[in-house]
C-alpha cells in the first residue's frame, strides 16, 4: 500500500498485516499484534487506520522495531524507539479519514 504524503511529496509504505511476515520476519498472529499494540506499556508500533476496517503499519516504524529488537532490545524498548520514526500523518488520517476527499 502507498499513501502520498501532502507535506513532503513523499510516498510512505504502509504494510498490510499479510506483508509482515514474508517481507519482514514478524512472526506472530494478528490477536498477537493486537494484544501487542495495546499492553501497557505498548509492545509493537501501532497500526495506522487508513479507512473503515482498513489498517497498515508503517513500514519505517516496523524496520525500526526488528532493528532494535535484532540489537537486544526488549519489545518495550524497541516499540518506544520505532515511534520515534513515526512521520506526521496529513490532518485526519491517524482517524482514518480520506485526507483527499471532497465534501
Partial sequence: MLFHTTAKDEHMRFLSFDELKP????????VTL????????PLFPKRTPLGPHTFGYV?????????ALAA???????TRLAERVRPSMPSGAERGEDAHATG
Avoid at 34 to 41: G, I, K, L, N, Y
Avoid at 59 to 67: C, Q
Fill in 72 to 78: 537486544g532490545c526488549d519489545a518495550e524498548k524497541a
Fill in 34 to 41: 493486537w494484544r501487542m499494540e495495546r499492553a501497557d506499556p
Fill in 59 to 67: 513500514e519505517p516504524v516496523i524496520d525500526a522495531y526488528t532493528e
Fill in 23 to 30: 517481507l519482514k520476519g514478524i512472526p506472530w498472529h494478528r
